[in-house]
């Protein structure tokens, strides 16, 4: 069963959830961005459905790559990393990711957010 789950950014659909994986899509609104973090066990891949995606790999703001439809990124456990819809690079539109991790779902160590959680 999915279920949709509102973030500041945006919201993720969660449609697949097993004790050895989560699927999940996730809509993020233009000019927003998810928190700077890492993940101690979670490792998880990401496909860029549409829109353009801003992918931060380290704590330096302004340092970071566009990836476009068609384009995934594969994170490790420990690796910094942020993704974002730059308003300059999705021209009002939101991104939308497919997202499929391992299910360690609450493994989120933030280390800069706009939103303030």
């Not at 490792?43 to 439809?69: C, F, R």
């Amino acid at each position: 069963m999915t279920r949709k789950v509102e973030k500041p950014w945006g919201h993720e659909v969660i449609w697949a959830e097993t004790k050895d994986y989560v699927g999940k899509i996730l809509h993020i609104n233009s000019g927003h961005r998810l928190s700077l973090q890492y993940h101690e066990t979670k490792e998880e891949t990401i496909y860029v459905l549409s829109g353009q995606l801003a992918l931060w790999t380290s704590e330096d703001d302004n340092s970071y790559i566009v990836l476009g439809e068609g384009a995934s990124y594969h994170v490790k456990p420990g690796q910094i990393h942020r993704f974002g819809s730059l308003e300059k690079e999705s021209l009002g539109k939101p991104t939308v990711l497919i997202e499929v991790s391992t299910p360690h779902l609450q493994d989120v160590k933030r280390l800069a957010d706009d939103y303030k959680r």
